[in-house]
């Protein structure tokens, strides 16, 4: 890698970067360099034109007719097997359903159900807070149920004959660190217990391979890396070996065996329709079908060695043009340990945050004092990484985040 502190380094980077084409694939706003597509991803060119079409052609004009005549009624599989490629699963094992938050509620309560014997749900102190409370909705709800929580670097041995699920995110929404999830799904099946991953901080911007893991279960978010636009629906995946075997609590009747038989009985689909609830939200899968569209052509190995190279870059980058600035990387070190986010500890943390997006830079905030800066390889470049850390440097320099306009704490931080 060249020098770090060096534009032009940072250009001739660009210019060999295998990925550079994807970029022209996004909608973004001319001299924002967008830090935060894992929060909310970019909107694909091709979005606007999927769902005009959907809007204009599918359901103006053909009105009804397009369950069947454009494919709406399947689009959940369709999109589903679409992610599973990219998460090492077969096509039938992922399905597009619902949010993170419902999927977690679903494949939560049917493992908890498989393993009735053991009433621990086993998950670290610090996880997403939706991941946290809906583990805690469903021990409230099924009788004589727990959870648990213990931190990373003792959950292995936590694992014990009472651990009906292993609930984990696989990289941390605020700090990137990410999991090993091979070992601590076999640590889990080792002692008998299911493993219930969180991807929404992974799909899209690093392979993760449920197949190649022996993965029971695992939701993720389709509008973080999978750039599916604002609220797009979820994703789920049930190992095959599984489907069967398991049961939604929402036995919504897209989940039916035959929804349009009408019967009074429910009797789930074989396979992983079953997970199904109610009628798929069509416009947003038009949406997210072509944010996934994007990766047709993008190999694994690519997308990892942009997310490495950029964060490693930024971080080098950062600890020399902004060290006694008051920032501490909390983010692993060791880019094999973390996922593609970089968050760094700050003393006025939020303010910082609004005046680098007044100045076209975007991260995020994360309570109580992380900035928190995501590397989209498909859109971001080694250029923009300068200009960041450049634009961050004069902040920084300047003070000029210290205004009290930028500490009032807008709804959404
Ligand atoms: C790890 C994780 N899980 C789940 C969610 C969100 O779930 P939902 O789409 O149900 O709001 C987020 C959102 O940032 C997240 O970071």
């Not at 032009?8 to 996004?26: E, G, I, V």
């Not at 001299?31 to 979005?47: I, Q």
């Not at 029971?216 to 599984?242: E, H, Q, S, T, W």
Request: aromatic share 8%.
């Amino acid at each position: 890698m060249g020098d770090p502190l060096d534009r032009d380094a940072a250009l001739a980077l660009d210019m060999a970067d295998p990925l550079r084409a994807k970029r022209a694939q996004f909608a973004l706003p001319e001299g924002v360099v967008y830090m935060n597509g894992n929060s909310l991803g970019a909107a694909p060119v091709a979005a606007a034109s999927g769902m005009d079409r959907a809007v204009c052609v599918e359901w103006a004009r053909d009105l009804i007719g397009s369950w069947n005549l454009h494919g709406w009624i399947r689009a959940p599989q369709r999109v589903g097997a679409s992610i599973a490629r990219l998460i090492g699963a077969a096509p039938d094992e992922v399905v597009v359903a619902d949010t993170t938050s419902v999927n977690l509620f679903k494949l939560l309560v049917a493992a908890c159900t498989h393993r009735s014997g053991r009433s621990t749900i086993l998950t670290e102190p610090g996880n997403f807070p939706t991941d946290l409370y809906i583990a805690q909705g469903v021990a409230a709800t099924l009788p004589g149920r727990t959870v648990r929580t213990v931190t990373a670097d003792r959950l292995s041995e936590a694992i014990d004959d009472d651990t009906a699920v292993v609930l984990l995110t696989h990289v941390h929404y605020r700090t990137g660190a990410m999991h090993d999830m091979a070992a601590i799904t076999a640590a889990a099946h080792a002692r008998g217990a299911l493993v219930l991953w969180d991807l929404s901080h992974s799909v899209g911007a690093l392979p993760v391979d449920m197949n190649g893991c022996d993965v029971d279960l695992a939701v993720g978010c389709g509008y973080k890396y999978l750039n599916g636009g604002p609220g797009a629906p979820a994703f789920l995946y049930v190992a095959k070996r599984l489907q069967d075997q398991l049961a939604s609590p929402l036995s919504g009747w897209m989940g039916h065996g035959t929804p349009f038989a009408f019967d009074d009985d429910y009797v789930p689909a074989q396979g992983i329709s079953r997970f199904l609830c109610g009628t798929p939200p069509v416009l947003g899968l038009a949406a997210l079908e072509a944010g996934v569209a994007v990766f047709d052509d993008v190999s694994p190995a690519d997308l990892l060695a942009k997310s490495r190279a950029l964060s490693d870059h930024f971080i080098e980058m950062v600890e020399a043009r902004c060290a006694g600035q008051g920032l501490t990387l909390i983010s692993p070190r060791d880019a094999s340990r973390r996922g593609s986010h970089v968050s760094f500890a700050h003393a006025d943390a939020y303010a910082l945050c609004q005046a680098l997006i007044a100045r076209g830079v975007v991260g995020d905030f994360r309570a109580p004092d992380a900035i928190r800066f995501g590397f989209t390889p498909l859109y971001l470049g080694f250029e923009d990484i300068w200009r960041a850390v450049d634009t961050l440097a004069t902040v920084l320099e300047e003070r000029a985040w210290d205004r009290q306009d930028y500490k009032v704490r807008a709804a959404v931080t």
